[in-house]
């Protein structure tokens, strides 16, 4: 299988590294650092002559292009981001624009992210663009990175692009490869036939050879092989097991389908690793032959 990994993924593992402490020494500190840091935020709004919002969370922001007519983030839906990443004191940690101006795609909600930028976006729609401040709990936590001093304020400057809800990623998909759909289930679950063959589909209890190959919406294998099991039995995750149940020996499809029937909020992590190889919320492709 081949690894799906980001760099601005393993940023939030160094925030989810952050862990509990009862040492009352830590705590002071950590108390210390809110202080620090809630003055550092304060001093730019200040200096620059920015008026900025702070929710529950301790999270400042400022909105710097509006979209009323744009789309809010729900869990699961894929956003595009454009991103430039500081500390307050200007260092850059991160941006979208060493990497040839692509913006950040991935999964909202899932947890991948820096809670704070996560946070963040959940108070945006697709087309506008805000700066967010925060405070070391909502950013890299209590440990140093890429020479960021532990219990640092962060500023991120950053633009929604773009939100598609799984049903138009699905979609999207099948008209840039002008699919003719064959069959779309309630479970929305679609099946491309590629060959014709007569007789009675398999339907449930029946043992099956299939040949696959599983991809993601972007091109990339994540599996291929043969497999057999018996249809219904849960032995495979439920798009597929479905789709195998709606086609005859010796037919061939391609199956689309949302992470719903597949590896849902969970995703799929390379278990010598722990790098995700199917991200969670993603959508899949399978293209399947049903063995004689």
Same mark, same amino acid.
């Given at each position: 299988?081949?690894?799906?990994?980001?760099?601005?993924?393993?940023?939030?593992?160094?925030?989810?590294?952050?862990?509990?402490?009862?040492?009352? &020494?830590?705590?002071?500190?950590?108390?210390?650092?809110?202080?620090?840091?809630?003055?550092?935020?304060?001093?730019?709004?200040?200096?620059?002559?920015?008026?900025?919002?702070?929710?529950?969370? *301790?999270?400042?922001?400022?909105?710097?292009?509006?979209?009323?007519?744009?789309?809010? $983030?729900?869990?699961?839906?894929?956003?595009?981001?454009?991103?430039?990443?500081?500390?307050?004191?200007?260092?850059?940690?991160?941006?979208?624009?060493?990497?040839?101006?692509? $913006?950040?795609?991935?999964?909202?909600?899932?947890?991948?992210?820096? $809670? *704070?930028? !996560?946070?963040?976006?959940?108070?945006?729609?697709?087309?506008?663009?805000?700066?967010?401040?925060?405070?070391?709990?909502?950013?890299?936590?209590?440990?140093?990175?890429?020479?960021? $001093?532990?219990?640092?304020? =962060?500023?991120?400057?950053?633009?929604?692009?773009?939100?598609?809800?799984?049903?138009?990623?699905? %979609?999207?998909?099948? !008209?840039?490869?002008?699919?003719?759909?064959?069959? =779309? %289930?309630?479970?929305?679950?679609?099946?491309?036939?590629?060959?014709?063959?007569?007789?009675?589909?398999?339907?449930?209890?029946?043992?099956?050879?299939?040949?696959?190959?599983?991809?993601?919406?972007?091109?990339?294998?994540?599996?291929? *092989?043969?497999?057999?099991?018996?249809?219904?039995?849960?032995?495979? =995750?439920? *798009?597929? &097991? !479905?789709?195998?149940?709606?086609?005859?020996?010796?037919?061939?499809?391609?199956?689309?389908?949302?992470?719903?029937?597949?590896?849902?909020?969970?995703?799929?992590?390379?278990?010598? %690793?722990?790098?995700?190889?199917?991200?969670?919320?993603?959508?899949?492709?399978?293209?399947?032959?049903?063995?004689?």
């Amino acid at each position: 299988m081949k690894r799906i990994q980001n760099r601005f993924f393993l940023l939030a593992l160094v925030a989810l590294s952050m862990t509990a402490c009862n040492n009352n &020494d830590l705590v002071s500190k950590e108390e210390d650092a809110i202080t620090e840091n809630e003055d550092n935020i304060q001093k730019y709004l200040t200096t620059n002559n920015l008026s900025a919002t702070r929710d529950s969370s *301790g999270l400042y922001y400022v909105v710097k292009e509006t979209n009323p007519q744009g789309l809010k $983030p729900g869990i699961g839906d894929e956003v595009s981001v454009y991103y430039k990443m500081y500390t307050m004191d200007g260092y850059v940690v991160d941006s979208t624009e060493t990497s040839k101006q692509k $913006p950040l795609v991935f999964p909202f909600g899932a947890g991948l992210i820096l $809670p *704070g930028i !996560e946070r963040g976006l959940s108070l945006m729609r697709s087309g506008e663009s805000y700066t967010v401040l925060m405070p070391f709990y909502l950013g890299f936590g209590n440990v140093n990175y890429e020479g960021i $001093p532990a219990y640092s304020a =962060i500023r991120v400057e950053m633009t929604l692009d773009k939100v598609r809800t799984e049903s138009k990623q699905v %979609t999207d998909y099948i !008209e840039s490869k002008q699919y003719a759909v064959s069959e =779309i %289930t309630p479970s929305t679950l679609h099946i491309i036939r590629q060959n014709v063959v007569t007789g009675d589909t398999l339907g449930r209890g029946k043992q099956v050879t299939v040949n696959y190959s599983g991809k993601l919406l972007n091109g990339t294998e994540f599996d291929k *092989g043969s497999y057999s099991f018996n249809t219904g039995s849960g032995a495979v =995750i439920p *798009g597929f &097991d !479905e789709g195998i149940r709606r086609m005859r020996k010796g037919e061939k499809a391609i199956l689309v389908f949302q992470s719903s029937l597949g590896y849902a909020r969970r995703g799929a992590q390379n278990q010598q %690793t722990g790098a995700y190889v199917i991200l969670p919320y993603a959508p899949l492709v399978f293209e399947v032959e049903v063995a004689q």
